[in-house]
């Protein structure tokens, strides 16, 4: 285990290209977030937000700089490679949940164990402890549709931790909750981060969340600054 920052962006550039132009939405950013910190993103609708996290989760790879995680460079890395990191050391929760509909809250939290190569027991222990952490045991065998939103959210949570990832990635992870809801899974979400030490990065326009994270960047014409 690396003693460096848990993530790394060093001077990340990434570009679109749109019929005969070039949208440059990421221009220099740079970025060390080390284990226990939570750094809040902000900057308006468009700046690229989203797009930072996905190249930040290796779910994009930047047209030049590097991303490095728990100390590996990772441009260097095969496709295979970077898909394992971001299994084992990654955990993505976003503003809609993603949970797949056809299995039930518990099942959504086995999956991506069992795809990691836990034996299906394990992961349906380690499923129950997190059901059970985030309030919903009652709740485990119900599908998505049978779930509120928040209630959603919170299995959306334990998913993002059921691999014990050192760096959580959250994209408006209380966006789409009504006021109430949203203070409540903030709580638990900022609780399961600093209990478990994780890194993490969450963009959010939420001032409340914002105001409760270590340190706030803006991400400001494709460069990240203090906020």
Same mark, same amino acid.
Do not use: W
């Given at each position: 285990?690396?003693?460096?920052?848990?993530?790394?962006?060093?001077?990340?550039?990434?570009?679109? %290209?749109?019929?005969? &132009?070039?949208? *440059?939405?990421? =221009? +220099?950013?740079?970025?060390? !977030?080390?284990?226990? @910190?939570?750094?809040?993103?902000?900057?308006?609708?468009?700046?690229?937000?989203?797009?930072?996290?996905?190249?930040?989760?290796?779910?994009?790879?930047?047209?030049?700089?590097?991303?490095?995680?728990?100390?590996?460079?990772?441009?260097?890395?095969?496709?295979?490679?970077?898909?394992?990191?971001?299994?084992?050391?990654?955990?993505?929760?976003?503003?809609?949940?993603?949970?797949?509909?056809?299995?039930?809250?518990?099942?959504?939290?086995?999956?991506?164990?069992?795809?990691?190569? %836990?034996?299906?027991? &394990?992961?349906? *222990?380690?499923? =129950? +402890?997190?059901?059970?952490? !985030?309030?919903?045991? @009652?709740?485990?065998?119900?599908?998505?549709?049978?779930?509120?939103?928040?209630?959603?959210?919170?299995?959306?949570?334990?998913?993002?931790?059921?691999?014990?990832?050192?760096?959580?990635?959250?994209?408006?992870?209380?966006?789409?909750?009504?006021?109430?809801?949203?203070?409540?899974?903030?709580?638990?979400?900022?609780?399961?981060?600093?209990?478990?030490?994780?890194?993490?990065?969450?963009?959010?326009?939420?001032?409340?969340?914002?105001?409760?994270?270590?340190?706030?960047?803006?991400?400001?014409?494709?460069?990240?600054?203090?906020?």
């Amino acid at each position: 285990m690396s003693d460096g920052p848990v993530l790394a962006l060093d001077h990340v550039v990434r570009t679109y %290209k749109q019929a005969d &132009a070039s949208l *440059e939405v990421i =221009r +220099d950013a740079t970025l060390t !977030v080390p284990a226990g @910190e939570l750094i809040g993103l902000v900057g308006p609708s468009g700046a690229g937000k989203s797009t930072l996290l996905h190249v930040a989760g290796l779910l994009e790879m930047p047209d030049s700089g590097d991303v490095g995680i728990c100390g590996r460079a990772c441009g260097v890395l095969s496709d295979a490679a970077r898909t394992a990191i971001r299994r084992t050391e990654i955990g993505f929760v976003y503003q809609f949940h993603h949970l797949l509909p056809e299995f039930s809250a518990e099942e959504n939290v086995i999956l991506p164990q069992m795809i990691a190569g %836990k034996s299906r027991r &394990a992961a349906r *222990e380690r499923a =129950r +402890d997190l059901i059970a952490a !985030v309030g919903l045991s @009652e709740r485990a065998s119900h599908r998505p549709a049978r779930l509120s939103g928040g209630e959603q959210q919170r299995v959306a949570i334990a998913r993002a931790l059921a691999n014990e990832p050192r760096l959580l990635l959250a994209d408006e992870p209380t966006g789409n909750l009504d006021a109430h809801t949203a203070a409540e899974v903030l709580d638990l979400f900022l609780s399961f981060v600093r209990d478990n030490g994780l890194a993490a990065l969450i963009a959010t326009h939420n001032v409340d969340l914002a105001s409760r994270l270590d340190r706030v960047v803006r991400l400001e014409d494709g460069v990240l600054v203090a906020a």
